[in-house]
C-alpha cells in the first residue's frame, strides 16, 4: 500500500479550483449597475424633473449596494463547515496508514474526541444552497421605494407634481451556492488535533429587475412628468401623454473559485466516563475573492468550549462559542450547538443538532432603507396641503438582530470498509438573516 501524502490531497483540491474558476465581470458590480440603470440611463431626462430621483441614485448606491454585497458574502461565503471529525481514520504510527473504519462524531458541531496520535482523517463535502428569504421575506418579493428629490430645497416633497412621485425597485433575487469542502485532520498528539478544510464555492446570482414609478401626475393631470427611455426604440422622445412607467434590468452572474480556508485546533482536556471536555479554535483565512462573494475579505475566529460524552450507543454533545467577525455588516456573536449522534448498528448512525446564534453588535445589523418618508400631495402654495402620505422605504422587516436558530437531521453509512457517506438536511427554525428553506448535504469518506 502505497502511503498517503497529505500535500497531493490539498494540491489536488486546489488544482479543481483552478481548472473550474471561470471568467466573468466581478459580482459586486451587479447591484450598482441594477441602480444606475434605472435611476441613471434609463431614466428620462428630457424633462424639467428628469433628475429629480438624481439624489436617490447616490443613496441606493451608498447604502444599497455595500448593503446587498455584504449581505451576501457574509451569508453565502460563511458556510458553516461540517465536523471534521466524519471520516475514515488511518492510522500512521507503523509508517504505511492502516485504515480504521469507524463513524464518530456529529455533523456540524464537534465532540471532545480527538482523531488519536498520528492518525489522519480525511474527507469531503457537498453542500448546496438555493437563497429562498431574507427576514422571512421571500428574495422575490422584495421591494425598495425611492421618493422624488426635495427639488424646492424647502425640507418637504410635494411642491411640485414630480416631488409627489416615487419607483418602486423589485430586484427579484435569485440566489445559488454550491460547496465543495475537502478537510483532513491529524492528530499530533491524543490530544490535540490539526485539521484544515479548503472549500471550493460555485456561486450564482440572477434575476429580473424590475422598477415602476408611480405617477401620480399621469394619474391626475394624463401627463406624466418622468418616465423611462422605450429599450425597443433607440431614438425614443420622451411622451408625457404616452409615458413608459416600467423598466427591466436582466443579471446572470456567476463564480467558482476557493473560498476562506479554514484551519482548526482541538485540545481535549479531559476524557472521563462522565465527561469529555475540549477546546477548539476555528481561524477561516480571507483566500475567498470578496468581489466574487466568494469570502468575507477579512479574518474570522470561532473559539468554542465542547463537551460530549459517551453511553452506550447514545452521544450527547454540546458547543459554545464565541465568533470573532471582522467584516463590515458582521456583528460579533454567541452560538450554540445542541445535539446528540445515535448508533443504529454496526454501519449507521442518526444525528440531530439543534444550533443557533446570537448577535453581539446591534450596530453591524444590515438595515436595508429602513423607515417612511412623508409626501404632501398636491399642495398649494397658497393654502394647506390636501392630504399627506407616509411611504414606506421598503417592505423587508426590520431587525435590531439578524438572529438565528437551525436544525440539522442526518445519517453517517458505512456502506463497506473502504467508504464512509453522510446524508443531512439543514432547516431554519426561525426567519433572521439570509436563509435556505432547506439545505441538503452529502459528503464522503475514501480511502486513498
Given at each position: 500500500?502505497?502511503?498517503?501524502?497529505?500535500?497531493?490531497f490539498?494540491?489536488?483540491?486546489?488544482?479543481?479550483?483552478?481548472?473550474t474558476?471561470?471568467?466573468?465581470?466581478?459580482?459586486?458590480?451587479?447591484?450598482?449597475?441594477?441602480?444606475?440603470?434605472?435611476?441613471?440611463?434609463?431614466?428620462?431626462?428630457?424633462?424639467?424633473?428628469?433628475?429629480?430621483?438624481?439624489?436617490?441614485?447616490?443613496?441606493?448606491?451608498?447604502?444599497l449596494?455595500?448593503?446587498?454585497?455584504?449581505?451576501?458574502?457574509?451569508?453565502?461565503?460563511?458556510?458553516?463547515?461540517?465536523?471534521?471529525?466524519?471520516?475514515?481514520?488511518f492510522?500512521?504510527?507503523?509508517?504505511?496508514?492502516?485504515?480504521?473504519?469507524?463513524?464518530?462524531?456529529?455533523?456540524?458541531?464537534?465532540?471532545?474526541?480527538?482523531?488519536?496520535?498520528?492518525?489522519?482523517?480525511?474527507?469531503?463535502?457537498?453542500?448546496?444552497?438555493?437563497?429562498?428569504?431574507?427576514?422571512?421575506?421571500?428574495?422575490?418579493?422584495?421591494?425598495?421605494?425611492?421618493?422624488?428629490?426635495?427639488?424646492?430645497?424647502?425640507?418637504?416633497?410635494?411642491?411640485?407634481?414630480?416631488?409627489?412621485?416615487?419607483?418602486?425597485?423589485?430586484p427579484?433575487?435569485?440566489?445559488?451556492?454550491?460547496?465543495f469542502?475537502?478537510?483532513?485532520?491529524?492528530?499530533?498528539?491524543?490530544?490535540?488535533?490539526?485539521?484544515?478544510?479548503?472549500?471550493?464555492?460555485?456561486?450564482?446570482?440572477?434575476?429580473?429587475?424590475?422598477?415602476?414609478?408611480?405617477?401620480?401626475?399621469?394619474?391626475?393631470?394624463?401627463?406624466?412628468?418622468?418616465?423611462?427611455?422605450?429599450?425597443?426604440?433607440?431614438?425614443?422622445?420622451?411622451?408625457?401623454?404616452?409615458?413608459?412607467?416600467?423598466?427591466?434590468?436582466?443579471?446572470?452572474?456567476?463564480?467558482?473559485?476557493?473560498?476562506?480556508?479554514?484551519?482548526?485546533?482541538?485540545?481535549?482536556?479531559?476524557?472521563?466516563?462522565?465527561?469529555?471536555l475540549?477546546?477548539?479554535?476555528?481561524?477561516?483565512?480571507?483566500?475567498?475573492?470578496?468581489?466574487?462573494?466568494?469570502?468575507?475579505?477579512?479574518?474570522?475566529?470561532?473559539?468554542?468550549?465542547?463537551?460530549?460524552?459517551?453511553?452506550?450507543?447514545?452521544?450527547?454533545?454540546?458547543?459554545?462559542?464565541?465568533?470573532?467577525?471582522?467584516?463590515?455588516?458582521?456583528?460579533?456573536?454567541?452560538e450554540?450547538?445542541?445535539?446528540?449522534?445515535?448508533?443504529?448498528?454496526?454501519?449507521?448512525?442518526?444525528?440531530?443538532?439543534?444550533?443557533?446564534?446570537?448577535d453581539?453588535?446591534?450596530?453591524?445589523?444590515?438595515?436595508?432603507?429602513?423607515?417612511?418618508?412623508?409626501?404632501?400631495?398636491?399642495?398649494?402654495?397658497?393654502?394647506?396641503?390636501?392630504?399627506?402620505?407616509?411611504?414606506?422605504?421598503?417592505?423587508?422587516?426590520?431587525?435590531?438582530?439578524?438572529?438565528?436558530?437551525?436544525?440539522?437531521?442526518?445519517?453517517?453509512?458505512?456502506?463497506?470498509?473502504?467508504?464512509?457517506?453522510?446524508?443531512?438536511?439543514?432547516?431554519?427554525?426561525?426567519?433572521?438573516?439570509?436563509?435556505?428553506?432547506?439545505?441538503?448535504?452529502?459528503?464522503?469518506?475514501?480511502?486513498?
Amino acid at each position: 500500500m502505497k502511503p498517503f501524502r497529505l500535500p497531493s490531497f490539498f494540491a489536488s483540491t486546489l488544482m479543481v479550483v483552478f481548472l473550474t474558476t471561470t471568467g466573468h465581470a466581478q459580482l459586486n458590480t451587479t447591484f450598482a449597475r441594477m441602480f444606475n440603470t434605472f435611476l441613471g440611463e434609463h431614466l428620462t431626462s428630457e424633462t424639467p424633473f428628469g433628475r429629480a430621483f438624481d439624489q436617490r441614485a447616490i443613496e441606493a448606491n451608498n447604502v444599497l449596494v455595500p448593503a446587498f454585497n455584504n449581505m451576501i458574502a457574509s451569508n453565502v461565503a460563511a458556510f458553516p463547515l461540517t465536523s471534521t471529525v466524519a471520516g475514515i481514520y488511518f492510522d500512521l504510527s507503523a509508517g504505511d496508514p492502516t485504515m480504521i473504519t469507524e463513524s464518530l462524531g456529529p455533523i456540524y458541531s464537534e465532540t471532545a474526541e480527538t482523531v488519536g496520535s498520528r492518525k489522519l482523517n480525511v474527507g469531503f463535502n457537498f453542500a448546496h444552497y438555493s437563497l429562498a428569504s431574507f427576514r422571512g421575506l421571500a428574495l422575490d418579493d422584495i421591494r425598495f421605494t425611492l421618493t422624488s428629490d426635495d427639488l424646492s430645497g424647502d425640507g418637504t416633497l410635494g411642491d411640485f407634481s414630480v416631488e409627489t412621485e416615487s419607483i418602486d425597485i423589485f430586484p427579484n433575487l435569485d440566489i445559488d451556492a454550491n460547496t465543495f469542502v475537502a478537510f483532513a485532520t491529524y492528530g499530533v498528539t491524543s490530544k490535540l488535533d490539526v485539521g484544515v478544510a479548503v472549500p471550493i464555492i460555485n456561486l450564482s446570482i440572477q434575476g429580473g429587475a424590475r422598477a415602476v414609478i408611480n405617477s401620480t401626475s399621469f394619474l391626475e393631470a394624463g401627463a406624466a412628468a418622468n418616465g423611462f427611455i422605450d429599450p425597443s426604440d433607440p431614438n425614443f422622445v420622451f411622451d408625457p401623454f404616452h409615458p413608459v412607467l416600467e423598466d427591466g434590468f436582466v443579471y446572470d452572474e456567476s463564480a467558482t473559485g476557493l473560498g476562506d480556508i479554514a484551519v482548526k485546533l482541538k485540545y481535549a482536556f479531559l476524557r472521563d466516563k462522565k465527561l469529555d471536555l475540549a477546546a477548539l479554535v476555528d481561524i477561516r483565512f480571507p483566500t475567498g475573492k470578496k468581489e466574487d462573494f466568494l469570502g468575507t475579505g477579512k479574518t474570522n475566529a470561532r473559539f468554542s468550549w465542547i463537551m460530549s460524552r459517551k453511553s452506550g450507543a447514545f452521544s450527547p454533545h454540546l458547543n459554545l462559542s464565541y465568533n470573532y467577525r471582522g467584516a463590515d455588516f458582521e456583528s460579533e456573536a454567541v452560538e450554540l450547538f445542541a445535539g446528540f449522534d445515535q448508533k443504529l448498528g454496526a454501519k449507521a448512525t442518526f444525528v440531530l443538532d439543534i444550533f443557533g446564534e446570537y448577535d453581539l453588535d446591534a450596530d453591524k445589523t444590515i438595515s436595508l432603507f429602513p423607515g417612511t418618508r412623508r409626501v404632501v400631495f398636491n399642495q398649494d402654495r397658497q393654502g394647506p396641503a390636501r392630504f399627506e402620505r407616509d411611504i414606506d422605504l421598503s417592505n423587508i422587516p426590520e431587525y435590531k438582530r439578524d438572529n438565528t436558530w437551525n436544525a440539522s437531521v442526518g445519517f453517517k453509512i458505512a456502506p463497506s470498509q473502504r467508504a464512509l457517506i453522510m446524508a443531512n438536511i439543514l432547516v431554519p427554525l426561525n426567519d433572521g438573516g439570509l436563509r435556505s428553506n432547506v439545505v441538503p448535504i452529502v459528503g464522503a469518506a475514501i480511502t486513498f
